[in-house]
């Protein structure tokens, strides 16, 4: 078997990752994207192991390890959302900029509009 082969597989694959991670909004998604590009990291690692006719298989043993930090990664990040989620009522990424809840930023902003027209009263008088 040819290198190239799943090589190019391996390259369509991160590409269309890449292309997950920048174009989509939908959290779940993001996530999706970036195991696509970790499944081709594998492909490239066991493939290249096949090719170079490793002792040792170091290409598979660094294979599991990326898998079990990508299995790791997965439960972290759909807990994380799925509380955010709950929290905020969406898993869109554009709505989700900052981490402050929104009660506290209209307060945050309320007392800043009083302190304001506070100044101005004092500047005015």
């Known amino acids: 078997?040819?290198?190239?082969?799943?090589?190019?597989?391996?390259?369509?694959?991160?590409?269309?990752?890449?292309y997950g991670v920048l174009a989509r909004r939908n959290a779940i998604l993001v996530?999706?994207?970036?195991?696509?590009?970790?499944?081709?990291?594998?492909?490239?690692?066991?493939a290249f192991d096949v090719w170079i006719r490793d002792t040792l298989h170091t290409g598979q043993a660094l294979t599991l390890f990326v898998i079990a930090i990508a299995a790791a990664e997965i439960g972290i990040g759909l807990a994380i959302i799925l509380m955010v989620y709950r929290n905020r009522g969406t898993s869109d990424i554009d709505r989700l900029r900052d981490t402050a809840d929104t009660e506290a930023t209209?307060?945050?902003?309320?007392?800043?509009?009083?302190?304001?027209?506070?100044?101005?009263?004092?500047?005015?008088?």
Request: contains cysteine; hydrophobic residues 55%; glycine residues 2%.
């Open 1 to 18: 078997m040819h290198l190239a082969y799943p090589a190019v597989l391996a390259s369509l694959l991160f590409c269309t990752g890449v």
């Open 31 to 46: 996530l999706m994207s970036v195991e696509l590009m970790l499944n081709a990291v594998n492909l490239n690692l066991v």
């Open 106 to 125: 209209d307060e945050t902003a309320r007392t800043e509009q009083a302190a304001a027209a506070a100044q101005n009263a004092e500047a005015t008088a």
